[in-house]
């Protein structure tokens, strides 16, 4: 390894033995116990890395470039013991994420099949988590300040949580008061997983219903039902892209956000109902003017910036759009 890179690594630790104290103090005062640590704090060492109750989960984020290159493999094996080092944790408490080029449902597969499934504690609900079998934990970290603003909007109001993952929004809308919830997902495998943290939790009742089913077919279906039901709130949070067998055309959340938000404006939600659009995509550009939401009596409010919590401290991890009616903002 290089001078330059060693040095870098010896930024990396006394970045990371800085960081361990403030965000564990900045933890137990906020009784959170899933957290990001770092993410990138040093260019030369593109990474991110997450903390869990049982575990650490260490992402490589380097570009697909500078992964092929001699002797990175090396590197990011000596950036994991830096980890271990400083936390003072064992091989098998520090998961690894290793960059690949995805494409298509890769955000599905699986990575290996460990099984190391735990509960975890956020808010006073408890989520199930995996750091080992799949890219993502089960919870993304992100969005732990969005999720406690739909608990607090959710009361007394039919929730439709779209791209539903693994039911956390759900959840919490449930804790909420929600009269009722009703998760859609493209993935069997999630939904089982949002089941199990809605019955944990103990939302188990025909008021908290999972499907299964490509979403835009779904909503296509729906919207031929002349019965069909309208949501008082609707939270989405797509993926960038995917091009999934299991769905009958491509999604690409640039070119179709404008006309799924505007048929759930349309079809799906009550007169006073809003819409939650979240999207992780970092280039993405809201297709929808606000004159247009305007002639329809909505504003579309960026919450972005007050959505990313304290321990992210990159403010491109997602847009967050609310989308309401004038007439409930101005009252």
């Not at 520090?94 to 955000?107: E, P, V």
Request: aromatic share 12%; with cysteine.
């Amino acid at each position: 390894m290089t001078e330059r890179g060693l040095g870098a690594l010896t930024m990396f630790e006394n970045r990371l033995r800085k960081l361990k104290k403030e965000r564990e103090k900045w933890a137990k005062r906020e009784s959170i116990t899933c957290y990001r640590v770092y993410s990138e704090d040093i260019p030369q060492v593109s990474c991110i890395l997450d903390r869990y109750p049982n575990g650490f989960v260490l992402y490589d984020k380097s570009s697909v470039r500078f992964q092929l290159e001699e002797g990175h493999d090396e590197r990011f094996d000596r950036i994991a013991s830096i980890v271990r080092e400083v936390f003072q944790i064992s091989e098998e408490q520090l998961f690894l994420k290793r960059r690949k080029k995805q494409k298509g449902s890769d955000q599905y597969d699986k990575l290996s099949i460990e099984g190391n499934f735990e509960w975890v504690k956020e808010s006073n609900l408890e989520f199930r988590i995996n750091l080992s079998d799949y890219l993502d934990t089960g919870l993304f970290l992100d969005h732990r300040i969005t999720r406690d603003w739909l608990r607090k909007a959710s009361k007394d109001k039919s929730v439709l949580n779209l791209f539903s993952y693994t039911g956390a929004f759900s959840v919490y809308a449930a804790s909420g008061g929600a009269k009722k919830t009703k998760s859609v997902d493209l993935s069997k495998t999630y939904c089982e997983w949002a089941f199990k943290n809605l019955e944990h939790n103990g939302f188990k009742s025909t008021n908290h219903q999972i499907v299964n089913a490509d979403i835009l077919q779904w909503i296509e279906e729906e919207t031929k039902n002349p019965n069909r039901e309208r949501y008082d709130l609707i939270f989405l949070d797509p993926p960038t892209f995917s091009n999934s067998k299991k769905m009958r055309e491509e999604w690409d959340v640039q070119t179709k956000h404008r006309n799924l938000l505007l048929l759930l404006l349309t079809k799906f939600l009550t007169d006073n109902g809003e819409i939650w659009f979240s999207t992780n995509f970092r280039k993405f550009k809201m297709e929808v003017a606000d004159e247009e939401w305007g002639e329809r009596g909505y504003l579309c409010v960026n919450r972005s910036k007050e959505s990313i919590p304290a321990d992210f401290r990159d403010e491109k991890i997602h847009q967050l759009f609310c989308i309401k009616p004038e007439s409930v903002i101005n009252n």
